[in-house]
């Protein structure tokens, strides 16, 4: 069978929806997180993600296991709330309604809260703005979500912490692939990268981008340096073995996505990569189970 025959199935994915823990289609654009991955995306940033602006006590511990209760108890805090208080109860809501997929209260709760943050937490602001955005990418409205990545990157960069400056960049490349506006995502996938090194989903997104633009030998080195910083994220694998078989490198490819199998044999992209293996199993044997 010849390699464009083999790739045919994976360029016909590449128009389709991203993959995810709780996507159910083949995860070849990680980049468009959109749908269920969307959603977890922004349940990630809502709880895991903003350390620094409030306490975890309380509201927060809540949030996973009762959010409807976390909810109440936060909305009703927020009614009285002021100062730094009313920063907490809107980050609780926030969370809680994004767990419960309702996206358009918790940008509401979000804003909320980072209205409320003194001017000069930049940190803060920064990441509350973020969530918002995320609840606005979770629905696919990636033109709203820049409007607030625009105020939460002005406070990323006043804060000097570039970590948070990272994933404000990473959420900016999101949005703007979702407006079709692939060049300005290279961009700050870039600055996302020059401030954050160590980012590893940064160069994993890059390399997808980069692939998406038959940039097939950025998008390797990329994939490569990915794979350095997360050797046991699933997604990493999954994409090393689709720019390697688009690459012409067809036993790499495999490879990669056996080692999908390996490492993470009950995640959604084990699924894929077994999918992937059968698709370019060699003619003159069976595929390793």
Not at 192 to 216: G, Y
Request: charged share 25%; proline share 5%; net charge negative.
């Amino acid at each position: 069978m010849s390699i464009s025959l083999l790739l045919m199935p994976l360029l016909a994915q590449a128009a389709g929806t991203i993959g995810s823990p709780y996507a159910s289609s083949l995860p070849l654009e990680i980049i468009e997180k959109k749908n269920d991955e969307a959603r977890k995306q922004a349940q990630e940033r809502a709880y895991a993600g903003p350390a620094a602006p409030v306490s975890r006590k309380g509201c927060m511990d809540l949030v996973q296991s009762d959010p409807q209760g976390s909810a109440n108890l936060a909305q009703e805090a927020l009614y009285e709330a002021m100062g730094r208080e009313r920063v907490r109860a809107g980050l609780c809501l926030g969370a809680a309604l994004t767990v419960l997929e309702r996206f358009d209260e918790a940008r509401e709760a979000f804003v909320t809260a980072r209205d409320a943050t003194e001017a000069e937490d930049h940190v803060s602001r920064a990441r509350l703005g973020d969530m918002a955005a995320n609840a606005e990418l979770a629905q696919g409205n990636g033109a709203k979500a820049l409007l607030l990545l625009g105020p939460a990157l002005t406070e990323a960069k006043a804060s000097g912490d570039d970590r948070v400056l990272a994933e404000v960049q990473i959420d900016r490349a999101r949005g703007l692939v979702a407006v079709d506006q692939a060049e300005q995502a290279a961009d700050a996938l870039a600055a996302a990268r020059v401030a954050d090194p160590e980012n590893a989903q940064a160069w994993l997104l890059s390399a997808t981008l980069a692939r998406r633009q038959d940039q097939l030998i950025v998008a390797s080195g990329q994939i490569e340096t990915a794979a350095k910083l997360a050797p046991r994220d699933p997604a990493v694998g999954l994409e090393a073995g689709v720019i390697a078989m688009l690459s012409g490198e067809a036993d790499a490819a495999r490879r990669s996505w056996q080692s999908v199998l390996d490492v993470a044999p009950q995640s959604p992209e084990a699924q894929t990569a077994k999918t992937y293996l059968a698709q370019t199993a060699p003619d003159d044997g069976p595929e390793r189970p």
